[in-house]
């Protein structure tokens, strides 16, 4: 369990029990609530300056689409259809109003993609970095939670994973000028996209015992599926998908494309546990592993040999806060 994780279960103690309307609260990717007779999922999710992206290489169209592509992703991880949506932006002085209008054109165009309304937020001054808090709403009819895998359950990944992290390092290393060098994971980080159409037709192929989308590293998010669930997870190394720029950009910089792909974060790839593998699944599917008895998560070498992977992807808490419990 992450040091974030040990947090949350501290504040949550400081809060009041759930009332019986709502079905999934704080520990999944968004709450769901039983609303009019059918569910609501929200979600919220913040962007610091610092801490989510850097103003060297990330422009301000980039900032607010990242902003609300990972809300819409949390949308997606609980198979729900994005309706709504509220933008909260923290600005510095060094923000003028033209910066600011990029980022809400930035916000615009991907609300128009999805399509989701941005219906209000709220502006204020910081005095500190820039920072941007996206809340979604959206509605689903079924229930898909973290918890809910099973023995025998396939684990299974949409598209690649690790392109996110080899995008950011090859922007620490040449910055804008990575865009003309690796494009494809450079984009990846800067404008990334949920999976709301994969999310959908694994909602409806009624295959899906647990889904999730990985936000902060597989080797992090799998575990929290895992520990929700009361299973184990066994990952196998011969199956991982990592895309071949990806690993390009690890070759160049002495990185391992195996721990980018396990560790690095905002892949926003959907991890599900299924029953079968759905016939009508997204085409960039890939089954990565299965669900077993034994807890914990175990990485399969392709020689064949486990061994615990910890969860070293990202963890939103400070050095300071490792003695929570």
């Known amino acids: 369990m992450t040091t974030e994780d040990l947090l949350i279960q501290r ?31 929200a979600t919220t999710d913040s962007l610091v300056e610092g801490v989510h992206f850097d103003l060297a290489y990330f422009e301000a169209g980039e900032i607010g689409h990242k902003a609300l592509a990972a809300s ?20 510095p002085d060094t923000v003028g109003a033209d910066f600011l209008e990029r980022i809400y054109e930035g916000i ?13 937020g709220n502006l204020t001054r910081s005095p500190g970095p820039l920072f941007l808090d996206l809340a979604a709403i959206g509605s689903t009819p079924k229930l898909l939670l973290r918890k809910g895998a099973r ?16 995008g950011l390092q090859a922007l620490k290393r040449w910055g804008r000028e990575a865009l003309g060098r690796y494009p494809a994971v ?11 159409e994969a999310a959908r037709m694994l909602a409806e192929s009624g295959r899906v015992t647990a889904l999730m ?23 196998r190394a011969s ?15 002495g990185l391992d494309p195996l721990e980018l792909a396990l560790h690095g974060g905002e892949d926003y790839a959907l991890l599900a546990a299924v029953d079968g593998m759905p016939t009508e699944a997204p085409s960039d599917l ?20 486990r061994s615990p992977l910890a969860p070293r992807g990202w963890d939103h808490t400070r050095a300071n806060y490792t003695a929570f419990r």
């Open 186 to 196: 450079v984009l990846r980080h800067l404008r990334p996209e949920a999976r709301l």
């Open 151 to 166: 023995p025998g359950d396939t684990l299974a990944v949409t598209g690649d994973l690790g392109a996110s992290a080899a």
């Open 11 to 41: 504040l949550l103690r400081r809060l009041p029990a759930p009332r019986p309307y709502v079905v999934a609260g704080i520990g999944d990717d968004a709450a769901l609530v039983r609303w009019e007779g059918g569910l609501v999922a």
């Open 213 to 235: 989308d990985v936000s902060d590293g597989l080797s992090t998010d799998a575990a929290r599926l895992a520990r929700s669930s009361g299973v184990g997870l066994v990952i």
């Open 239 to 253: 199956d991982f998908p990592i895309a071949e720029a990806t690993a390009a950009v690890a070759r160049e910089l």
């Open 286 to 305: 890939h089954a990565i592993g299965e669900v077993i008895d034994e807890p914990g998560v175990w990485l399969e070498s392709i020689d064949g040999h």
């Open 108 to 120: 615009g165009a991907l609300a128009r993609r999805a399509p989701i309304d941005v219906i209000g």
């Open 72 to 91: 819409l992703s949390d949308l997606a991880s609980m198979g729900a259809e994005p309706r709504f949506a509220l933008v909260t932006v923290g600005v």
